[in-house]
């Protein structure tokens, strides 16, 4: 095991707030002592003024690591592509199926340790990756049935994060008023025919009774949404998640679209579906929740399941703002999530929540940047299924983000607003160094394992576009 110290400038701690000349100990993966200058020393930890050569030292403000809790990596590669000309959510779905009909097991894996990479210069040390992309073009497996999950795994090993990889289960194309749809054309990568068969798939991955995959990755399971997984499917993904103890995400209520035709086809909406189905609940997280109504938050209501908000990719496709404060209120911890990849930026969506609730109730106030903060790290690392991170506190998992405090957009912040200038005023562009599980991933904005992210995401969406 590995022994470090840091020295932060400013840390933002559990119950205390952001406190001055932190002294953070961490051994291997784990911290073991976190003490601010005006704290009682611990037995532990020497006197700060002593300063060895072996503390490094953290500029500006430092946070726990941040929890990108919904991301589908491949479609970093839309990224601007789907800005020319106009269109709409179903024509970006098309141009998003283009880049999912090219990719093989070697591509995916470089474009996603090229966009994991991106992810770790902005801070995030764990990535809920929304998998879906299983199979070979026409839907025949790889000789190994788990080759693109696999690739995810060890691109986010190559990139230095942790990842729980949300194993999709996707059987129908779309929901029409005249029921589910067959997969087609690109779809038919996606299906693994039934949800029993997902599920014996998801098994052959091979992670642990705890269901983890390796240190550093962990199973999960995902129900595409109500428009790809009939009714009669959803049992067997709720009893796989269950008897691995994996968290479980499903998009619900993105667009209206999807409630219309819920409502023809079944009589009620996504949320009551999945209430009925008993899909939601603690380990469950419900992705988007852009439309749902009083009767909805009333099924959601102390479930305790999460919701996962993607402010960027909700005004980038124009799917309409989620009630966030009534989700809250219902007792759904908030987690964020950068989706489609329009920006990875883990401090644009946690802003992107409270602005989108200032311009939807005409009032300023909603959430602290304290609040925002849970979202961006404990909230979404439990949502993962990672409850021991997300926070600088002995015993919790070692991961560090420090945050520019003199940069163009940050200068002249004074201690006591630090953490509203990360949230409001900070880019990723601002995030300097960053420890995840102990190890240095980050520092001085240089990634020290993917010296070249740029070039790495050029080459690799080079490749996918043709
Ligand atoms: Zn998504």
Known sequence: ???????????????QGV??????????????????????????????????????????????????????????????????????????????????????PDSYHRLARATFAEMALAGISCVGEFHYLHHQPGGHPYADPNAMGRALVQAAADAGLRIT?????????GLAEEGLLPLAGTQLRFGDGDAVRWAARATELGCDPHGMIAPHAQ????????????????????????????????????????????????GMSPTRLLYEEDVLGPRTTVVHATHVDDGDLELLSGGQTFACLCPTTERDLGDGLAPARALAAAGCPLTLGSDSHAVVDILEEARGVEYAERLARQARGHFTAEALLRAASTDGHTSLGWPDAGEIAPGARADLVSVSLDSVRTAGAADGVALEAAVFAATAADVTDVVISGRDVVRDGVHLLVPDVPGELSRSIRAVLG
């Open 219 to 266: 199973a999960g399971a995902a129900i595409h949404s109500v428009r790809a997984v009939p009714r009669g499917q959803m049992h067997p993904v709720v009893a796989w998640a269950h008897r691995f103890g994996a968290p479980l995400h499903v998009h619900m209520s993105e667009q209206r679209a999807e409630n219309e035709v819920c409502q023809v086809v079944y």
């Open 165 to 173: 990889l949300l194993d999709t289960c996707y059987l129908s194309g």
């Open 19 to 104: 406190r001055r000349d932190v002294l953070i100990e961490a051994d291997g993966d784990r911290f073991t002592s976190v003490t601010p200058a005006s704290a009682p020393a611990t037995t532990s930890a020497p006197p700060v003024t002593s300063a060895p050569s072996d503390i490094i030292r953290l500029r500006g403000l430092t946070l726990p690591g941040f929890a990108n809790a919904h991301s589908h990596a491949f479609h970093r590669a839309l990224r601007s592509t789907t800005q020319a000309g106009r269109g709409t959510f179903w024509t970006w779905r098309e141009r998003m199926y283009d880049v999912a009909a090219r990719l093989d």
């Open 1 to 15: 095991m590995t022994r470090r110290r840091w020295l932060a400038d400013l840390a933002w701690l559990p119950g």
